[in-house]
């Protein structure tokens, strides 16, 4: 391994999650040819293709997707390590904690982990992107998101989880809606036509339950975000089904309101998922525990 020095693991790091020489390349500032000329030493050091051309760009094979994640940490480590941040302190430091999470988790979990780390990291800055379920074991192991709070389990050994809260569901109509009671029955719920949020925010629940019925809604709408749920709600005799959490923020800024749900929709969890790492990286794990220590519910609230 002698060979093997630290730019060839930084381009190979970076060919992995631009699947691209080109945009190593230029990453990297240095030509094409470098770039190319580094692989081939890759390959001979680990005596494998580690990427082979497709229509999508350059596919690693399976041997350079088990190092992959070994390698961006131990990148990581270093570079934290040599910018001196490698003990993480909070008041003093500048970092952008990167957190993805749909709009719903924005809306009603972000404001009081902002608040948190207003008064406890100052300096600290927070990126949110957009959760896309399918991508966010990805988005985690690529450095591209620190954290990823979401209802969907993510099954996979190399991610951590640490479930936050359970919460129901409810049903959402106008104010005013003439034939939803408190209490609808299930054919008179199914009557309505219904706005569902895109199925990448993970919340499918409902529909699921309903599935195992035989039964399905009518849907008039589908939108990508839960935010414009309330204002689409109050203006028409639409139904919703939304996490109860952010249903009771919905009734305090919209002319809308709840009703129990005539399915049975087993609760969800919560949770945080982040990257188990062979190296510390105390920044990531300082952000775990400061999401931990907001959001997280009593344990007696988990065997409830």
Do not use: K
Not at 109 to 134: H, I, N, Y
Not at 138 to 145: K, S, T, V
Request: proline letters at 7%; hydrophobic letters at 45%; aromatic letters at 6%.
């Amino acid at each position: 391994m002698a060979d093997v020095d630290l730019n060839l693991i930084r381009t190979f790091v970076l060919l992995y999650e631009t699947r691209s020489v080109t945009r190593t390349a230029e990453l990297l500032f240095i030509t094409q040819p470098s770039v190319s000329h580094s692989l081939r030493r890759l390959r001979r050091q680990f005596n494998d293709d580690l990427f082979i051309r497709s229509s999508d760009g350059l596919a690693p094979t399976v041997l350079a997707a088990s190092m992959y994640p070994q390698l961006h940490q131990a990148l990581e480590v270093i570079d934290e390590t040599v910018s001196g941040v490698g003990q993480f302190d909070a008041e003093t430091s500048d970092r952008t904690f990167r957190i993805c999470a749909t709009d719903l988790g924005e809306i009603s979990l972000l404001p009081g982990v902002l608040a948190a780390l207003e008064t406890r990291a100052p300096g600290c800055a927070v990126q949110v992107t957009p959760l896309d379920f399918a991508s966010a074991a990805e988005e985690l192991r690529q450095g591209r998101a620190d954290a990823v709070i979401c209802t969907p389990r993510i099954d996979a050994p190399d991610l951590r989880r640490d479930p936050l809260f359970r919460e129901g569901y409810l049903g959402l109509c106008a104010l005013g809606h003439p034939r939803i009671g408190v209490e609808p029955g299930l054919d008179d719920f199914l009557a309505e036509r219904h706005i569902v949020v895109d199925a990448a925010a993970g919340h499918v629940d409902a529909d699921q339950a309903l599935a195992r019925m035989g039964r399905r809604r009518d849907i008039a709408v589908r939108v990508p975000h839960f935010a414009v749920l309330p204002e689409l709600v109050a203006q028409t005799r639409h139904l919703a089904v939304v996490p109860s959490r952010v249903a009771e923020l919905f009734t305090r800024s919209s002319p809308v309101r709840t009703f129990a749900l005539p399915v049975e929709i087993p609760n969800v969890e919560v949770s945080l998922f982040t990257v188990r790492r062979a190296l510390p990286s105390p920044g990531v794990d300082w952000l775990r525990e400061l999401i931990a220590d907001v959001l997280q519910a009593p344990a007696a609230d988990w065997t409830s």
